[in-house]
């Protein structure tokens, strides 16, 4: 999918905005990401309280070296495509959970600069 055909897709949820990443792309509301677009197909982001609801769809996954690694995105369902209410019930609830996601890191701290100087 396009970046154009992405923004309409979500629009019932609000304004978004779409970023390339990894050979794919990330779609981003309120300064978090809460889909993913990789080989055509988007997904969805879930944590404890959301994937029960998408428990049914296929995980996006990858490969690293011998190992096959699950991701929390699930895929959209079907549905979403054709109705703008279950789009906004699954992608608003994907929208909670990266919320939830990027409230639970801590901020970063800015890594010292220049040389430590000997103690005296």
Do not use: H, N
């Not at 990858?62 to 906004?88: M, N, Q």
């Not at 990266?98 to 639970?104: I, N, S, V």
Request: include cysteine; hydrophobic fraction near 40%; charge should be neutral.
């Amino acid at each position: 999918m396009e970046a154009d055909d992405l923004i309409d897709l979500f629009s019932p949820l609000g304004p978004v905005s779409v970023k390339r990443m990894f050979g794919g792309k990330g779609v981003w509301a309120d300064g978090v990401m809460f889909a993913l677009v990789a080989y055509g197909e988007v997904y969805l982001k879930t944590d404890a309280e959301t994937q029960e609801m998408l428990a049914d769809a296929e995980p996006f996954s990858f490969r690293r070296g011998e190992k096959v690694i699950a991701t929390s995105y699930r895929r959209l369902p079907p549905e979403c495509f054709d109705d703008p209410d279950e789009l906004v019930r699954y992608a608003g609830a994907a929208l909670e959970a990266a919320r939830r996601g990027g409230a639970a890191k801590p901020p970063k701290t800015p890594k010292a600069r220049g040389r430590r100087r000997a103690a005296s």
